[in-house]
């Protein structure tokens, strides 16, 4: 039987993500933007933009960037207008899919997203076709081997979260999507090294693949994160590693 495991998954994912810079840079800035419109340029009073100030620092998004974005979203120099959309569906072998966007332009986006799914074995659904089954929620993980996790659980419960689980040699800590920040800031404060942290949409069921099937499902994922406007992509399919090879 094909093996996987949980920590092998969030690093193959994460190695696939950092191969696109560019792509990296556009989603982040095109956050950055619309957080900056929708709660003010300042990080201290708007947890949106915090974030996503942090997570265009995680892929080395230069400073000037970053500023010249929040800039855009508060009107003080000319930009292009963006408007979230979630676009959900099936892929290969029924796993759900859910494709959270920012676009300018609907009537190009839709259509775009539609052939994706059709090309790639899968069906765009309709709005809370599959988005029922997932999780709102903060989830932050750290190396196993570098955090004892009795002293992982003591700060982040301290700070408001709402779960501490170990898997697979990783650390995962859940929480509410308001708690998500505090929580992170109180883990770094103690000096707990992070391996990734993210708001995320968590599954309440998965779907194993066989490795043919997560091959295909791999490519129409990837050619999903790919289009202009897609800014993450969540499902609940369990992925062999073989997958990846």
């Known amino acids: 039987m094909a093996g996987h495991s949980k920590w092998a998954n969030i690093k193959h994912r994460k190695a696939r993500v950092d191969s696109k810079r560019s792509k990296q840079w556009s989603n982040c800035s095109r956050a950055i933007i619309v957080a900056a419109r929708d709660g003010g340029g300042d990080p201290k009073f708007n947890t949106t933009l915090r974030y996503a100030i942090d ?11 970053i500023e010249k974005a929040i800039k855009k979203g508060t009107g003080e120099i000319e930009g292009e207008t963006y408007e979230p959309a979630r676009y ?30 059709d090309k790639g074995g899968g069906n765009l659904g309709t709005q809370n076709s599959v988005a029922f089954g997932f999780t709102h929620e903060g989830v932050i993980h750290l190396d196993a081997s570098k955090a004892e996790e009795d002293e992982v659980i003591e700060a982040a419960l301290e700070a408001g979260a709402k779960d501490v689980a170990t898997e697979d040699g990783l650390v ?65 399919a369990e992925i062999p590693d073989e997958a990846y090879e």
Request: aromatic share 6%; glycine share 6%; proline share 6%.
């Open 55 to 65: 997570d265009a620092k995680a892929v080395n998004m230069p400073k000037d960037t």
């Open 88 to 117: 959900e569906g099936y892929g290969p072998g029924g796993v759900a899919i859910l494709a959270d966007c920012l676009q300018s332009n609907a009537n190009k986006t839709a259509p775009e997203i539609r052939s994706i799914f």
């Open 172 to 236: 995962t800590v859940s929480t509410e999507p308001t708690d998500f920040i505090g929580v992170k800031d109180a883990l770094v404060a103690a000096g707990f090294e992070i391996e990734q942290a993210e708001l995320t949409y968590t599954p309440g069921t998965t779907v194993q693949l066989d490795v043919p099937a997560a091959k295909k499902f791999l490519r129409l994922i990837d050619t999903l994160e790919d289009q202009d406007d897609v800014q993450r992509v969540h499902h609940n």
